[in-house]
């Protein structure tokens, strides 16, 4: 999990976020209620990971 929380974090740095909410799966728990799909990290921290983790 520390893998994902560092890729996530330089994607969001690059991007200039400051808040990154995990929206759950149906395995686990749903923290964020609603949300518009028009800002997806999923992509791009999956790369990252890749990118960092060889």
């Not at 400051?18 to 790369?47: A, C, H, M, P, R």
């Amino acid at each position: 999990m520390k893998k994902i929380a560092v890729a996530t974090q330089a994607v969001a740095d690059k991007a200039g976020y400051q808040l990154v909410l995990d929206k759950g799966s149906e395995q686990t728990v749903k923290i964020v209620i609603f949300n518009k799909d028009t800002i997806d990290l999923t992509e791009q921290v999956i790369k990252e990971f890749d990118r960092t983790n060889k």
